[in-house]
């Protein structure tokens, strides 16, 4: 091996280091950025249980940050200390360290050597660190963590928390403590750390934030923000890019049409009132672009919004429904354009609005370069249609911020610029019929369409009905006085545009002859009808603003008769051999007969020397022709696709054009009239045939025009009273079912939720009316038709069923269904036979009293259904009953609500109650409930747990059965007592035993004798379990010793005492000696009760049972049995079961966790009177104790 290497020099001496010093070895503060990962690490965490407990701990203040912790003042001369003085406290320090080191040895030992308390693990309390304050949390873990980790909840377990209390279950929600923390974290920012308050504001405004949360709990967040900024005088820091990102991210959520009408309006509410208290930096929000971006995101119109005043929760506050949050921003973006430019005026919103409009209409706000058009037809974009809303909407809000100029003035000059180029194209006293398009030039023609838009969305804003200034005058005789001329020279220009482009819909070749084949649903087709429905909208808005313009109404009526005449003699007038020009020529006159009564036209019934069709006439002839598709070579110059969209454009005119004429067709005095009958249904069977081939755009006014014809006809079938002709069951049955069909065909296809929940309600207010209902009882019940199930001759209880069916996972069409039809059943206004007509539904109505709804996100708007509301009125064809649920009824209880209110409102059995109503609906129903629940009695140990379908169903019933308890009659009696003790056997919740008890002490007072035989067989047998014995003592207690004790007692004679009585007495007396103490307790009170009756009624019974003296006066001496015997005769004596068999009454329980209703029941009670008793006789005892020892 090689020889190791010379040692090397020592190295020079050192001083040695010194020792270290415990400053040298402290830790360092410890900030957020650590603590704040901890946090992280579990709110991020993959179980969404972890994540909901650590954000409920969060919220509440026990992980370490209280919004109710002490400000931290940092001293000024703390933050100016030299560094002289800092090195002489060092110095200090370092003095006192050897002599802390010593005492430390023996600092946890006295002298004696015990531990001191507090130090070295004694029992000495230490105490809760401080929390610290809410600003020491960053914004950045707000945004980016502790928001995010809320929103996953959405997704997985929800916000609701269950707490255990003394084993007591009480619920408990993340949603309002998260949003009090936003709340409190915003104010503390604001005093401690207002430098980051616009940091943390950028990031709940980013892209970012706002595209990566679910709609829900964005509104909840947004809902906290504008709280906290309202709570506070001081404005908000919001820049201009951080409103435009977040305007642009709102738009692409709301984009995807995921977004729920009321979530949606909530989120726009609450950013409105961000913006409304933001800080305006100098004009830096005063940008035209930037306000019209934002206006946009709100629906017209954004004023004027008819909100209903009745509408207030059951704590008297204003119900936050759609309209709430719509006028909330309209509220909140007048006050935000009233002080953009920082000085409150509305100066700048005026001159921005009126000088907008003007610039739209000469096309110098477009945000793209605009090129001349290829096609003759005005077309607006959406982009250009979105921009003219949101000037509309701008003007309107600054004629209400300010009060120089109002909105009218701002938009009607713009819109005469507009239409004034068009004027010389469309002349006032040009015949209306003979219009053909003019050929204009491209500039104009989108100057002129930009100014349709603004006076379209003017008129829907309401800001230029009337007279053009939002009045309306009227002469000394109350007659609406026409717009000024300019005004309806306007009018007419603007009709007279419209007009020719309906005409250039139908004609318009261009582009039309590539594609397929256009079927009934398609693009192209779409785009054709989606045009004509559109700009017949656009006169049928004309019309409502200006309901007393001459020149609307005289157009109207001169085209419609003009358009129908030449409708109806086009095949007898035509000479040309081209089929595809006649059809396309009956397609734009049905297309022109449309628009003329979409404004207003009315066709008046011919006079009797006038040659001109009458109403029904003209709708059998349009009824009766359809647009053919011509074969071959007759298309002539048109393609196959061209004609199929004509079709598809033709069937939304023929439908739109029939709902307006079907009405009309109305005559007074021919309820009898068979030609009329046969008419309206024609209607219904054509309406059926052409759901398929209806655009989705025509299938509302196809739906009105079937309601229309079945409003009429039902009408004519009351008036007629052909209900009583046994032979006209089938022609009945025939024209009701046409009807059904009709209206639930239309419907099947509908997908818009708000027109499927119109269309509902209109066809339950047809088809649901009291005297429809009971005529169709009536009829099969003359005819002989035994109901087996089948609904061949019962329409009326088909369409229910159907709408039954049709709800299974929407629970709003039933409560809707269920509202109309019992106010259906209620009443019959001939004879007063009140539920006669509800007979046949006795199997649904028993499922339904047992329904409950599944929840329902409450913000989707459109399935609030007014019907389905607490405290609402039932509007069926203009007859209002009075059938409404009391205003605390839960949400999940409207269907079976609305049946317990129908149930409790039938007379008396022994009043003026039907004796069918009574043996076939009441007698039926209750025995069907009580088989429902008897059906596992067998099963006496099986249980369910609470909430479960099992004990919803129980529990409703009960209820149910409970409201049903006056139509237990003698006839019924024996079964129903049978039936009732059999499921006492039954191992049930104390809440259902609630109501069983209460069922069957209204039982035994209306029949005593029946059911205390039953009473009796059941309290002396020797196999009860612990909860059918306390029943069993619960109803004897009330009977015997409670309020009810004197009307019970009242029915029996002497003999019945000797014997019924006497039978209780001696079933009771083994229950003195129960093991639980609840029933031994009761038993005691029953005995003391009955024991000096039977005694007195029959002597020589106390000579041979002596010992029932002994027992009684041991019961009635014994302090303690005697103060036990005061509480529960109180109790029994409070105790009050008529109030619960109430629908008001029986709404109004408190529900538990799971929705369903969590009275107080009796058990609990006693137990607590027995725990009185007890600590009562342990302080005696204590104090006995005492004074001996004294």
């Not at 008297?316 to 006028?327: F, P, V």
């Not at 039977?1094 to 049995?1121: C, E, I, R």
């Amino acid at each position: 091996p090689p020889s190791a290497p010379p040692p090397s020099a020592p190295p020079p001496s050192a001083p040695p280091p010194s020792p270290p010093s415990d400053a040298s070895f402290c830790m360092p503060p410890v900030t957020w950025d650590w603590i704040g990962s901890l946090f992280a690490r579990i709110l991020q965490s993959d179980s969404p249980t972890l994540k909901k407990l650590a954000l409920y701990r969060f919220l509440i203040g026990d992980a370490g940050v209280s919004a109710s912790a002490k400000k931290m003042v940092v001293e000024a001369e703390a933050a100016a200390q030299t560094a002289a003085e800092e090195a002489k406290e060092k110095e200090e320090a370092n003095k006192k360290q050897s002599k802390l080191r010593g005492r430390q040895k023996g600092k946890g030992k006295n002298a004696a050597g015990k531990k001191k308390k507090g130090a070295g693990g004694g029992k000495g309390k230490k105490a809760a660190p401080e929390p610290s304050r809410l600003s020491i949390v960053s914004p950045s873990f707000i945004t980016t963590v502790l928001l995010p980790s809320f929103d996953s909840l959405f997704a997985s377990v929800g916000t609701n928390i269950h707490i255990d209390v003394n084993g007591k279950v009480f619920s408990d929600e993340l949603i309002p403590r998260l949003q009090q923390f936003l709340v409190d974290y915003m104010s503390i920012l604001r005093e401690d750390k207002p430098e980051l308050l616009g940091e943390f504001l950028d990031g709940l405004l980013g892209r970012e934030f706002i595209c990566a949360r679910r709609h829900r709990p964005l509104s909840q967040i947004y809902e906290a923000i504008a709280n906290a900024a309202s709570n506070d005088e001081s404005k908000l820091p919001l820049s201009r890019g951080t409103i435009e990102e977040a305007a642009l991210a709102l738009k692409e959520t709301f984009a995807t049409g995921g977004t729920l009408h009321k979530v949606r309006e909530s989120i726009l509410a609450s950013f409105a009132c961000i913006l409304a208290n933001s800080r305006a930096d100098g004009t830096e929000q005063a940008h035209p672009p930037l306000v019209l971006g934002i206006l946009d995101l709100y629906q017209s119109p954004i004023t004027g919004i008819d909100q209903d005043d009745d509408k207030n929760d059951a704590a008297g506050s204003k119900k936050k429904d759609t309209n709430y949050y719509r006028e909330l921003s309209a509220k909140h973006l007048l006050l935000w354009l009233a002080g953009i430019d920082g000085n409150d005026s509305g100066e700048w919103a005026t001159s921005a609005g009126a000088a907008c409009a003007s610039a739209y209409v000469a096309g110098q706000l477009l945000p793209f370069q605009e090129t001349p058009a290829s096609s003759s037809r005005l077309y607006v974009g959406k982009i250009e249609r979105e921009m003219g809303a949101s000037i509309v909407k701008l003007c309107a809000l600054a004629g209400g911020a300010s009060q120089r100029k109002s909105a009218s003035e701002m938009l009607w000059p713009a819109i005469n610029k507009g239409l004034a180029q068009a004027s010389p194209l469309f002349p006032r006293d040009a015949s209306v019929g003979e219009t053909t398009p003019v050929a204009m030039p491209s500039k104009i023609k989108a100057s002129i369409a930009r100014a349709i838009v603004l006076l379209d969305h003017g008129c829907l804003e309401r800001v230029l009905n009337g007279m053009g200034h939002g009045d309306l005058v009227v002469d000394s005789h109350g007659q609406m006085l026409p717009p000024p001329s300019e005004i309806e020279n306007l009018l007419a220009t603007s009709v007279g545009v419209i007009l020719s482009q309906i005409r250039l819909i139908v004609g318009d070749n261009e582009g039309r002859g590539q594609g397929g084949d256009g079927a009934t649903r398609s693009g192209v087709t779409g785009e054709l009808s989606s045009g004509l429905s559109r700009w017949c909208d656009c006169l049928k808005t004309l019309c409502n603003a200006f309901p007393s313009s001459i020149v609307l109404e005289r157009t109207a009526n001169d085209l419609l008769h003009q358009s129908i005449d030449g409708f109806m003699a086009s095949d007898a007038e035509s000479e040309s051999d081209n089929e595809a020009s006649m059809e396309m020529r009956k397609a734009l006159l049905m297309g022109l007969i449309y628009a003329a009564l979409s404004c207003g036209g009315e066709y008046y019934p011919p006079a009797a020397t006038s040659d001109r069709a009458s109403p029904t006439a003209v709708c059998e002839y349009i009824l009766g022709c359809n647009f053919v598709v011509p074969g071959g070579d007759l298309g002539g110059e048109y393609t196959k696709a061209q004609l199929t969209a004509a079709r598809s454009l033709y069937q939304t005119a023929k439908w739109g054009a029939l709902s307006y004429l079907v009405p009309m067709t109305y005559v007074e005095g021919q309820a009898d009239n068979q030609d009329l009958r046969a008419f309206h249904g024609r209607v219904f069977d054509a309406a059926s045939d052409a759901v398929l081939a209806t655009p989705e755009n025509a299938l509302l006014p196809l739906f009105d025009t079937a309601l229309s014809a079945a409003r009429l006809s039902v009408g004519a079938l009351e008036a007629s009273g052909e209900h009583n002709k046994t032979e006209s069951l089938l022609s009945y049955s025939k024209l009701v079912n046409s009807i059904v069909d009709s209206l639930f065909g239309v419907l099947s296809e509908t997908i818009h939720g708000p027109s499927r929940v119109y269309m509902i309600n209109a066809a339950c207010s047809v088809l649901f009316r009291p005297r429809l209902l009971i005529n169709e009882y009536k009829s099969n019940a003359e005819s002989g038709v035994v109901d087996d199930g089948s609904n061949d001759t019962w329409p009326i209880r088909k369409a229910f069923q159907m709408l039954l069916k049709l709800s299974l996972r929407k629970p709003h069409v039933r409560a809707a269904a269920t509202s109309y039809i019992t106010a259906g059943w209620g009443f019959d206004s001939e004879d007063c036979r009140h539920g006669l007509s509800a007979i046949p539904y006795r199997k649904d109505i028993v499922s339904l009293l047992a329904y409950k709804e599944d929840k329902v996100e409450d913000a989707a708007a459109f399935q609030n259904v007014a019907l389905a509301t607490s405290g609402s009125k039932v509007d069926i064809i203009g007859e209002t009953t009075p059938l409404t649920l009391p205003t605390d009824t839960n949400a999940q209880s409207l269907v079976r609500g609305f049946l317990l209110v129908f149930i409790s409102k039938l007379p008396n059995p022994n009043e003026n109650l039907d004796e069918l109503v009574l043996t076939e609906f009441c007698h039926k129903i209750i025995l069907d409930l009580l088989d429902s629940m008897s059906d596992n009695v067998k099963k006496v140990s099986t249980s369910f747990i609470t909430g479960s379908p099992e004990y919803c169903h129980k529990i409703r019933a009960w209820q149910a059965l409970c409201i049903l308890h006056r139509f237990v009659t003698a006839d019924i009696a024996e079964p129903v007592a049978e039936k009732v003790y059999k499921t006492m056997e039954q191992n049930l919740h104390g809440q259902i035993r609630y109501f069983q008890e209460v069922f069957t002490i209204q039982c035994h007072r209306k029949h005593p004798k029946v059911f205390l035989q039953r009473f009796v067989s059941e309290v002396r047998r020797t196999d009860l379990t612990q909860q059918h014995v306390s029943s069993l003592m619960i109803v004897g207690g009330n009977l015997i010793v409670g309020r009810y004790a004197e009307e019970f007692f009242a029915v029996f004679s002497k003999e019945d005492v000797k014997g019924a009585l006497h039978e209780v007495l001696a079933g009771t007396l083994p229950w003195l000696s129960s093991t639980q103490g609840f029933a031994r307790a009761i038993a005691q009170l029953l005995v003391h009760k009955m024991t000096p009756i039977v005694l007195d009624a029959d002597p020589d019974l106390g000579k041979t049972n002596w010992y029932l003296h002994t027992m009684y006066q041991f019961l009635d001496s014994n302090p303690d049995m005697a103060r036990l015997r005061k509480k529960q005769a109180k109790f029994f004596t409070e105790y009050e079961v008529d109030t619960v068999c109430t629908p008001e009454g029986m709404l109004s329980i408190p529900v538990d966790v799971g929705d369903e209703a969590d009275p107080v029941h009796l058990v609990q009670t006693i137990k607590r009177c027995l725990e009185d008793v007890y600590d009562e006789a342990q302080k005696r005892i204590r104090a006995k104790v005492r004074n001996g020892n004294k």
